[in-house]
């Protein structure tokens, strides 16, 4: 089927289009540049910029695409999770071309989406904003136990995917920041400006991470239990503890009067959130029988999370996918990946009565 996906949860614009598991276009415009002031995304800037990006993203797509809506088999959308006003503007374009074409309509799981790019190859259309594909190519179906590490600004989650149409479930999630949420904290600490992750990511190469050890969050006996007796958070993050641990060894140069050493703590600020990542994210893994895990979400971008993440995984066996960095981010590609399966499936579509649920829980993949 011809699937048109659109996403629109945080500050990305997206657009999409494939047909089946083939990508024939990733269009995307982001309003992050109006953030950089504020140092974080302002969900109302946010939302003003879908409204005046959505109608050329959609005719970029389109034309670069080479099809006509009339074409179109069906229209996927995220309905969640994310910021309500942001969600709004996509959900409501949506429903205006579900009602205006009068094709079927399917409200999707933003982070189960970002799951479906694992299934998409390269398409013959000229899709120019889409970088080159992994070496391999893309399964035509997932394996039935599959996990998702994602982490992103807004995200820092372990999925299992047993089915991507109808079963998937949280194994971990952050329980205060998410990763690249810590990576811009930490970054306007250290006067690098914003989005943080690229700053420090850079910054760190220069900088001896062993100079200083900041805290894992959450590993702890009490928080991991054991194998048999799991405790509360065995595979959870958290990183605002580690914010603040930043902040007060900053403090603890500037009281004596010494150079802040920015790019030692850059270093190990990073080596302390990667660890902890992939060490719980592998742990999840071996303990739930899950020997394939795709990585995404933003901070995909992280050099030194890529480094840990391929060797831990194959030091345990498992074998790890990650998406071309434009399949990563948000993008409308991955939603309308996702609605294909759910068209190829024969779930029943959403109608047009359903209203975007800013905390829609990943058992949801579409409602
Ligand atoms: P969502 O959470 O809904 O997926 P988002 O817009 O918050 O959306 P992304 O656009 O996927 O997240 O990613 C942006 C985040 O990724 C920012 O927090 C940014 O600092 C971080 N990031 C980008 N590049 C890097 C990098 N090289 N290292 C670490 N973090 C990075
Ligand atoms: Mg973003
Ligand atoms: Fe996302």
């Known amino acids: 089927p011809l699937v048109l996906g659109i996403e629109s949860s945080c500050d990305e614009t997206g657009v999409g289009i494939v047909r089946g598991t ?24 946010a939302s003003r910029a ?9 005719q970029e ?4 695409a080479n ?19 942001a969600l709004m503007v996509g959900v409501c374009a949506a429903k205006a071309l579900a009602v205006a074409t009068g094709k079927p309509l399917y409200a999707i799981n933003h982070l189960v989406a970002h799951v479906g790019v694992g299934l998409l190859q390269q398409g013959t259309g000229t899709a120019t904003s889409v970088s080159t594909p992994p070496a391999g190519s893309p399964p035509e179906t997932l394996p039935d136990n599959m996990g998702a590490l994602l982490v992103s600004g807004g995200h820092t989650e372990i999925l299992r995917i047993r089915s991507i149409t109808d079963d998937v479930e949280l194994l971990g999630s ?27 990511d850079k910054l760190a190469r220069t900088g ?5 050890r900041f805290p894992r969050g959450l590993t702890q006996s009490k928080y991991m239990g054991t194998a048999e007796e799991p405790g509360p958070h065995r595979y959870d993050w958290s990183f605002s503890g ?55 979400g933003g901070v995909a971008a992280n050099s030194r999370l890529r480094q840990l993440t391929e060797q831990r995984c194959s030091a345990a066996g498992i074998r790890l996918t990650v998406p071309p960095l434009s399949l990563c981010t948000d993008n409308g590609a991955m939603v309308a990946a996702l609605g294909a399966q759910l068209v190829m499936a024969g779930v029943e579509p959403s109608g047009i009565g359903f209203a975007p649920d800013s905390s829609m829980p990943v058992t949801t993949v579409s409602a």
């Open 174 to 200: 952050t329980i205060d920041d998410a990763a690249g949420e810590a990576y811009d904290k930490v970054a306007r600490l250290l006067g690098l400006g914003y989005p943080g992750g690229p700053a420090i």
């Open 22 to 45: 083939e990508l024939l276009t990733n269009t995307v415009s982001s309003s992050m540049e109006e953030h950089v002031r504020f140092g974080g995304v302002i969900p109302e800037i």
């Open 61 to 64: 797509a389109l034309a670069e």
């Open 67 to 85: 099809v006509q809506l009339a074409d179109i088999d069906a229209i996927a959308v995220t309905s969640g999770p994310g910021l309500a006003g």
């Open 208 to 212: 001896n991470a062993k100079a200083i």
């Open 50 to 58: 879908h409204l005046d990006a959505f109608v050329p993203t959609l």
């Open 242 to 296: 580690l914010k603040t641990a930043v902040a007060r060894c900053v403090e603890q140069f500037e009281a004596r009067g010494e150079t802040v050493p920015v790019a030692d703590i850059a270093a190990a600020f990073q080596e302390a959130v990667v660890d902890v990542i992939t060490s719980k994210a592998v742990l999840a893994c071996r303990e739930n029988g899950i020997t394939e895990v795709l990585l995404g």
